[in-house]
Each structure stands twice: as C-alpha cells, then as structure tokens.
C-alpha cells in the first residue's frame, strides 16, 4: 500500500503501519557447496556468491538472518508422491539395478540431462525446501513484510517428477503453508521459462492464482500459451504472458503493471511470492531477454508498493556473476537501502570484472515484442481477469493444526512425542508451540480450504494407491503438457495433516473420511446408498454399523485374536481391545493389516 507521500507502508502483526518493511533473509552456507556436474548449467554456487554480495554491501545487518531448516520428508509429501520423495532419499550417483530402473519414471540420472543424480541431491532438496517454507511460516507469523530466500525458487518440479534442474518445487511447498493463514495467494514468476509446475499444482483451485511473464515458442517447457487459465473452479485463474526475444525493460514493465494491477485489484490476496529467475536478463547463457538489472528488480519495487505480505525466491540464472548482480540489487530494494555501484572488496572480487560494477545494462538486441502484440496478449489477458470477481468471498474455519515441524530431527518413520505442547502432542518442534497459538487466535482461513472441487466442468481425480504407506493420494486434473508423473492439481495437497505419513492409524482414517467425502461429492449418501468406507468396515466387522467413519475412526479390518491381520480367506472375530487401542492412537496397525486395508478399497473400487 502507498501512502500519501508515496512511500510504502507495510501492515505490522498489531495492525499498525510502518514505513519500512522487516525482512527476513532465509540462507544456508550449506547450499552452495553442491554441484550439479561441471559442465551443468546450473551451478548452487551462485547462491554462494549471492551471499558474499549481500555481506559485502553490510545488507545482512539490516535483516533478520535465518539458517533455514531442512524440509522433512512428511513436509515434502505435503505435494510430491511418498514414492518420488523416497526415491530421492534413497538413490546414490551409481544406484544398483533395483533403483535405476526408476530414472525414467522419475525423469532423473541417465534418463535426464537436465536432472543429473548428483552427491546429496536429496540434502539439497530439503535444504531449498525448508529455506521456502520457513519464509512462508516467517510471514505467517507476522514477525516479516518480506522474506527472502535466493535458493529456492525451482518452479519446474512436478508432484512426481523431476524437470528442468528442480527436483523438488519448494515454491508449492511454500504456498501450502501460506495457504494455511491467507485465503488466497498470488504466484508470480518473473524466469524467462514458464513456471509450469506451480501452475500445474494449482491448476484447479481459486485459493492461489499464478501469473507467468516468459518466453513462448519452441522454448523449454513449451507451455505458457495465453490461452492456458485454469480448469474446473481454477479457470481464469492461471495468467500467462507470453514474450518473445529480445523484449526490453520498458515493454516488459509496461505489461507487468498493466496485468499485475488487475490481478492485485481484482483478487485481493492475502501474500503474495514473487519467483526472480535471473535468466530473464540480458547475457544468461540460456535466455533470450534484454532486461536491465534495474528493469529486472522493476517488479519487486512494483509488489512491494500493494503493501502485502511478500516472499522473493530466486529460480533460473546461468551467468552467475550476473546472478548475483541482480539478486543482492533485488535485496537491497526490499531493504530500501540505496547501495554504491562500485562493489566492495570481497572474495568474489574477481569474478565482476573488468567493470567491478554493480550494474547489467541492457544492450541494442531487437525486441521482438511489438506494440500490437502486447496490446493483444494485454488485451486478452485482462478480458480474462474480468470472469473473476472482485475479492472473491470465501467462508471461514479454524486453522488446522500443522502437524509437521520444519526440523528434520524427527525420525521419519515414526514420530516422537512432544510434551511441549499440549495442543499438538506429535509436534517434535518447540518453535511451533509460540507460533501456532498465534494461527489460532488471529487468523481464520477458508471453509474449503483444503479440498477443490474437482467435479465441475469434466474434471477427473486421479487417485494412486500406496500400499505400505497408507493413505489414498488425489491430484486434480492433469496437464496434457506433462511428460510423466501423475496429475497435480491442488486437492488433497492443501492437507496439512500430512497424508502420506508413518502413523498408520491416523492415516487409514484420513482415507476412509477422503473416501466418504468421494461418495458425499457424488450425491450418493443422500440417495441411502452406503458409501465405500461403510461398506468396508461392515463387511470386516458386521456388527458395527460404520456410523464412526465420517467422524474420522479407522476403517475396520478383520484382526485375529492375537492382533494381528486374519490369514485366509474366511472373515473372523474382530478383537474389541486391539480396535480400541489402534483407534484411540495407542498401537499401530501392523504392515499386513496395512495391506489388509489397501486390498480392501482395491477391492471396494472394482465393484
């Protein structure tokens, strides 16, 4: 928000303004230590030399400086398959036969160029992850205007696969989190490729709308068209600004304000996350723009005028001086602190000369943009905006609890008690305790808001089983523009209650109530047709009537006396006390009476 002077006013958690923003810089001296091979293109030593940018200018004194935590498993899955994130977790630079069979499937190694299995990729993921999501939490909390993390930003990872040099898409990550306060959320994406993995994950959902300014035509990934705004309750909710070469700053800014007025206008979010692809610039060894620095650190002085909460995330960038160039020049103005052209002595020195200037000009390149054409994309794009309504009206509900810490201390295959906090007892992290209470009692998110309507207009789920894992995961309707992993649309990835995890109990719970609200969508319960879950526990368990499943209860298998899962094919006595125990959360369900329940939804699904 502008005042009346002109300067932007930021809304601090007590509901005062001030006239500078708090900014959190979210940074580990870890991440640039990887290498994705020396002749890649992408090189995580720029974040590196990002950083000793910053320190050299003093920047890092005017910020709350935060060592990200790692992303845990459970965190990840919250949006990527348990088996993609497993496969990453498990597989080596030389990974046996067992493993290798996978690359294809998971678009990695051999199979991928572009996604090499390099030493410590999964350590990198949850490193890039947890520095987006601790950003999200950071905003969430109201204690930053602006968090930053320049190592995150890989906008191109699918919910099951890799894809363009990011494996893991901390930007989905970080906006499930928002998701969690803000009713809806504004993605935007400034790279010089199409972000199509976050506007895949979002394709179906009006709770988070993604606006892409990229190159378009014969041009990795390909997708982007302007026609392309979403599906089901998400159509008009996806923008995409197709460019073509050479486009420079004045055009690119004139249709960023124009488009990103209406969008602000028009959808009102709540925080918005602006991803800085530095490819976008002129020089970059794979792009095509002829963007300034200061052209290209145009849009966060835009954003930052709305007045709403911001996360800055890096992305693309292959010229790394240029890199970092552009992403401390971007730091400094979320700061609102003015710093010398001339860069400082530092052990990056040598690597911004002969000039030694904080500056990229641009440079005479022909912009293939003409007015015409950017009058027509403007023109298209802003008929678009205007089937949304204006600050569209969403019904509200108590947050749910975050059942997940940011700290990867916790064992990943079971979870320790936490007697910290009362309120969340599976909660392994002391920080959640003073943050959570501040969720509860100051935010309200929406009725819906962690299910889409996937029913409207032809949409399809697409359910994939897990068995051993537990849990039915559901994507909404797939892009045809994917080259594999399944479908990605935002239902069932807004669960904050970590489907996919290691208490087995809660997670056939979790699946049964997925299971009644299928058969509620289809209007099936009404018409005094037993729904899928009921119908399962009748059949193991006749005397029960099946009336604790909407409420969240285990779906009931049959146990034998000893409790454990009954061997052959006749039906036998349940035990009451090992129910009891496994629905009150007391013991686990073993492995096979595990497959006992995914045997039977199979089962259930093909009648």
Not at 61 to 83: C, G, I, L, W, Y
Not at 127 to 135: K, P, Q, V, Y
Not at 524 to 552: D, H, L, W, Y
Request: aromatic letters at 8%; glycine letters at 12%.
């Amino acid at each position: 928000m502008v005042n009346s002077t002109g300067a932007e006013t930021f809304a601090n958690s007590n509901g005062t303004r001030s006239n500078k923003a708090r900014v959190s810089y979210h940074h580990s001296n870890e991440v640039g230590l990887y290498s994705y091979g020396l002749k890649h293109y992408m090189k995580p030593a720029r974040v590196r030399m990002t950083h000793s940018l910053i320190t050299a200018y003093g920047l890092h004194r005017k910020m709350a400086v935060e060592t990200p935590n790692h992303a845990s498993f459970m965190q990840m899955t919250k949006f990527h398959t348990d088996e993609y994130i497993d496969y990453l977790r498990r597989v080596t630079t030389d990974p046996p036969d067992a493993l290798k069979k996978y690359e294809s499937k998971f678009n990695v190694g051999d199979y991928s160029g572009d996604c090499p299995l390099f030493d410590g990729v999964y350590e990198f993921c949850k490193l890039s992850a947890g520095g987006s999501i601790d950003a999200a939490m950071r905003i969430n909390s109201g204690r930053s205007d602006i968090a930053i993390n320049w190592a995150g930003g890989l906008h191109h990872a699918k919910k099951s696969e890799a894809s363009g040099f990011c494996y893991v898409n901390d930007i989905v990550l970080a906006i499930l989190e928002l998701l969690k306060v803000h009713e809806r959320v504004v993605y935007i994406d400034t790279d010089v490729h199409h972000g199509d993995g976050v506007e895949e994950a979002f394709f179906t959902t009006d709770r988070v709308m993604t606006v892409s300014f990229h190159k378009f035509g014969e041009f990795f990934p390909g997708t982007g068209d302007v026609t392309d705004v979403g599906f089901g309750k998400g159509k008009h909710y996806s923008v995409n600004v197709p460019l073509h070469d050479g486009v420079d700053d004045d055009s690119y800014h004139n249709i960023f304000k124009t488009v990103m007025h209406e969008v602000m206008t028009r959808y009102r979010p709540g925080a918005v996350v602006l991803q800085l692809g530095a490819d976008s610039l002129i020089g970059d060894r794979l792009g095509c723009f002829n963007l300034s620095m200061q052209g290209h650190g145009r849009s966060v002085s835009y954003m930052k005028s709305f007045g709403v909460p911001l996360i800055l995330l890096g992305g693309g960038g292959y010229t790394i001086r240029n890199v970092a160039k552009a992403w401390c020049f971007e730091t400094s103005l979320a700061l609102d602190i003015e710093v010398p052209k001339e860069i400082p002595y530092h052990e990056h020195f040598e690597g911004y000369g002969p000039t030694y200037l904080l500056d990229i000009p641009s440079s005479n390149m022909e912009n293939l943009n003409s007015r015409k054409y950017l009058d027509t994309i403007q023109t298209k794009i802003l008929e678009s905006l205007r089937h949304i309504p204006h600050a569209p009206s969403v019904q509200s509900h108590e947050i749910p609890v975050d059942q997940f810490s940011c700290s990867d201390n916790e064992s990943e295959d079971e979870l320790v008690v936490n007697t910290m906090n009362p309120d969340n007892p599976i909660s392994t992290s002391s920080k959640d305790v003073r943050m959570r209470r501040t969720y509860r009692d100051q935010y309200r998110v929406p009725d819906e808001g962690l299910s889409d309507s996937e029913g409207e207009d032809g949409g399809r789920r697409n359910v994939q089983s897990y068995r051993g894992r537990g849990g039915n995961r559901r994507g909404g309707r797939g892009r045809g523009t994917s080259r594999g992993g399944g479908a990605s649309g935002a239902s069932g990835n807004l669960d904050s209650n970590g489907i996919g995890g290691s208490n087995r109990a809660a997670l056939a719970a979790a699946a049964a109530a997925k299971d009644t609200d299928r058969d509620d969508e289809s209007g099936t319960e009404g018409k005094g047709i037993e729904s899928r879950s009921v119908r399962m526990r009748q059949r193991a368990f006749p005397q029960s009537t099946g009336s604790s499943i909407g409420g969240g209860r285990l779906p009931t298998i049959n146990f034998g006396g000893n409790g454990g899962a009954s061997a052959g094919g006749g039906e036998s006595e349940m035990d009451e006390d090992r129910v009891s125990e496994v629905e009150d959360g007391n013991e686990k369900l073993t492995d096979d009476e595990m497959r006992q329940i995914s045997d039977l939804m199979e089962g259930e699904g093909t009648n």
